[in-house]
């Protein structure tokens, strides 16, 4: 079985979220991911990544852009005029703004990014993601007392934390409704091998989901 998850909130772009099997749009736009949160602008078909980033802005109907995953959380967001952003945030790109940093390169291409939708696609629960103090401080850093709702006490030293809650809570500090922010269900990367790559079950030989959006000229609302 190899099935974009779409959701409703995108319905007006092209765009999917890829389980096992799903491959690349042809034309693809993607960049080198690196955990950081510089967004790069696609403009056209590019055979070669853009260079060092983690998320793509664009607003040419019909370009898809996009990123990989295996684990981390892709997030795809798109503008009521048709601008659109694919995004990678694992922790590392959480905690550097990556998607503060997306939302803030969407509104130099569009103006109505107070309307924008965004979904946060398949990644690793917080029942299979155990981490460190070394991460928690580094997300502390950047959400405060807030990270705590997303962490769960395991052993000491230890906690289970739930991504998609700080991406959540950054997509509302950028002017998120919580209405216009969505989260696919049902999908830990690591609890279906079915459907999932994942690197924290599968470890470095793991394949990696592509996840697009593209603009439609459907989607691409006058205004
Ligand atoms: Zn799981």
């Not at 007006?12 to 693809?28: S, V």
């Not at 696919?184 to 790559?197: G, K, L, M, N």
Request: proline residues 5%.
């Amino acid at each position: 079985m190899s099935d974009w998850i779409r959701h409703p909130l995108l319905a007006r772009q092209a765009h999917g979220f890829g389980t096992i099997g799903c491959e690349a749009p042809r034309g693809l736009v993607r960049v080198k991911q690196v955990h950081g949160r510089v967004v790069l602008r696609a403009t056209r078909a590019s055979d070669a990544p853009l260079g060092e980033a983690d998320a793509i802005v664009s607003d040419v109907p019909g370009l898809p852009i996009g990123v990989v995953t295996a684990d981390c959380i892709p997030v795809l967001i798109a503008t009521p005029s048709g601008a659109v952003a694919a995004v990678h945030a694992g922790w590392r790109g959480l905690a550097a703004g990556v998607l503060e940093a997306s939302v803030d390169a969407l509104g130099r291409i569009a103006h109505d990014t107070a309307d924008a939708v965004a979904v946060i696609g398949p990644h690793i629960g917080a029942r299979c993601y155990e981490v460190d103090a070394p991460v928690v401080s580094a997300l502390t850093l950047r959400f405060g007392d807030a990270v705590d709702a997303a962490l769960r006490a395991t052993r000491p030293g230890h906690c289970e934390i739930e991504l998609a809650r700080l991406a959540a809570l950054d997509l509302s500090r950028a002017g998120f409704a919580s209405e216009r922010i969505a989260v696919v269900e049902d999908a830990c990367t690591a609890c279906d091998p079915v459907r999932f790559h994942s690197y924290r079950r599968d470890g470095p030989a793991s394949g990696r989901l592509f996840h697009y959006i593209a603009v439609t000229d459907d989607g691409r609302q006058s205004s």
